[in-house]
T-cell receptor, first 111, second 114 residues
Framework: DAGVIQSPRHEVTEMGQEVTLRCKPI?????LFWYRQTMMRGLELLIY????????DSGMPEDRFSAKMPNASFSTLKIQPSEPRDSAVYFC?????????FGPGTRLTVT | AQSVTQLGSHVSVSEGALVLLRCNYS??????LFWYVQYPNQGLQLLLK??????LVKGINGFEAEFKKSETSFHLTKPSAHMSDAAEYFC????????????FGTGTSLTVIP
């Protein structure tokens, strides 16, 4: 398996623009997680899905953030409108049987 | 509630010296425990895991960790540090109540001095 795939790997955008991050989990994994990592706040769980259903979105910072998982092989994290404080590395991870596997991350820079 | 405490946000060791990274957990039920490593500009990679089998767990790259219930600890060790071990290390806890959700520690940055 190719592992968890994230795209794009790098995104630079201007404040106010919409940003969409994409994730393809490992085939057969039934849970998917979105994390954000910054120097100041470390690794934060934003939202996670079990069997494509959002279970806990309490980590989503505000209404500007939304996540979807339309099927078992694809998820998106959208920020609209983006702000400079959203600059971070966003990781997607998928899980099966109590092991989480992380993607390489998307480095987002909002100017 | 589940939580993880990693003592020491930065640890420096000399090449060839023992590596000891500390992790203490809190869990109301038997935990599942994990160590992850993150190299610069990369995602987190699973080093090893404890899921109620042997208390001494061996992982990749010569690392191992011992689950000590009485001390609620899961410290990570490696007998001899290598320059390539320099990275950020994260401890995480899960259990049967949380399903696949993990609770991560704040990480320990390991520096290896030549």
């Amino acid at each position: 398996d190719a592992g968890v795939i994230q795209s794009p790997r790098h995104e630079v955008t201007e404040m106010g623009q919409e940003v969409t991050l994409r994730c393809k989990p490992i085939s057969g994994h039934n849970s998917l997680f979105w994390y954000r990592q910054t120097m100041m706040r470390g690794l934060e769980l934003l939202i996670y899905f079990n069997n494509n259903v959002p279970i806990d979105d309490s980590g989503m910072p505000e209404d500007r953030f939304s996540a979807k998982m339309p099927n078992a092989s694809f998820s998106t994290l959208k920020i609209q409108p983006s702000e400079p404080r959203d600059s971070a590395v966003y990781f997607c991870a998928s899980s099966f049987n109590y092991e989480q596997y992380f993607g390489p991350g998307t480095r987002l820079t909002v100017t | 509630a589940q939580s993880v405490t990693q003592l020491g946000s930065h640890v420096s060791v000399s090449e060839g010296a023992l590596v000891l990274l500390r992790c203490n957990y809190s869990s109301s039920v038997p935990p599942y425990l994990f160590w992850y490593v993150q190299y610069p500009n990369q995602g987190l990679q699973l080093l090893l895991k404890y899921t109620s089998a042997a208390t001494l767990v061996k992982g990749i790259n010569g690392f191992e960790a011992e689950f000590k219930k009485s001390e609620t600890s899961f410290h990570l060790t490696k007998p001899s540090a290598h320059m390539s071990d320099a990275a950020e290390y994260f401890c995480a806890v899960s259990d049967s109540n949380t399903g696949n959700q993990f609770y991560f520690g704040t990480g320990t940055s390991l520096t290896v001095i030549p």
